[in-house]
């Protein structure tokens, strides 16, 4: 699976909307992107995941780049729950190996 | 639908000894994962199964670790013997190739201290 890059640490305060960037200069054309988050003392949790066109479920918004080499996840209103390290990882769905290969990920601090 | 289900969530062992891992996976889901987290490390891979095959087989943790799917519902995880720098977070997750999202269902985990 390619490698994507995500900042370090990024901080909200509660009710903005946040930017969640990842890097994915080397994606093939079968991988999807996936979206992650885990609290601590938890295993990580599904949030969202994409091919091409843009997503949006209850808990974000996706943006893909339109030359896939890039993504956004999009938090609208973050509370204090929604602080958490939040991994982007690239994965080939169809066809078999369904492993996951997690980076370190962005720790998103959200202030009151 | 009761989630991914791991036991015991804590275990403190001493050098050298033996300890098995417990996974329960969602009722339907035919991938189940090991994963080991350090602070270091992350998430790394320990072992895959589909359909209770064994598909992947970390290489760095063949030697101490051995996964098993009994059955279907059920998969334990035997570290021996452990050491020290085998303290970490082991993760259970499963997943489902129906419905097409792939997403993986994490247990909470179970915190190892190897003294």
């Known amino acids: 699976d390619a490698k994507t890059t995500q900042p370090d640490s990024m901080e909200s305060t509660e009710g903005e909307t946040v930017h969640l960037p990842c890097s994915h200069a080397t994606i093939s054309g079968n991988e999807y992107i996936y979206w992650y988050r885990q609290v601590p003392l938890q295993g990580p949790e599904y949030v969202t995941h994409?091919?091409?066109q843009n997503t949006t479920n209850s808990m974000a918004f996706l943006a893909i780049a339109s030359d896939r080499k890039s993504s956004t996840l999009i938090l609208p209103h973050v509370s204090l729950r929604d602080a958490a390290v939040y991994h982007c990882i690239l994965r080939v769905v169809a066809g078999g190996n369904n492993k996951l290969t997690f980076g370190q990920g962005t720790v998103l601090s959200v202030i009151p | 639908d009761a989630g991914v289900t791991q036991t015991p969530r804590h275990e403190v062992a001493e050098k050298g000894q033996t300890i098995i891992l417990k996974c329960e996976p969602v009722s339907g889901h035919n991938d189940l994962f090991w994963y080991r987290q350090t602070k270091i490390q992350g998430l790394e891979l320990l072992s895959y199964?589909?359909?209770?095959?064994?598909?992947?087989d970390g290489g760095a943790f063949k030697d101490r670790f051995k996964a098993e799917m009994l059955n279907s519902s059920f998969s334990t995880l035997k570290i021996q013997p452990t050491e020290p720098k085998d303290s970490a977070v082991y993760l259970c997750a499963s997943s489902s190739p129906l419905g097409g999202s792939y997403e993986q269902y994490f247990g909470p985990g179970t915190r190892l201290t190897v003294l």
């Open positions: 994409g091919l091409q």
């Open positions: 199964f589909r359909s209770k095959s064994l598909m992947e």
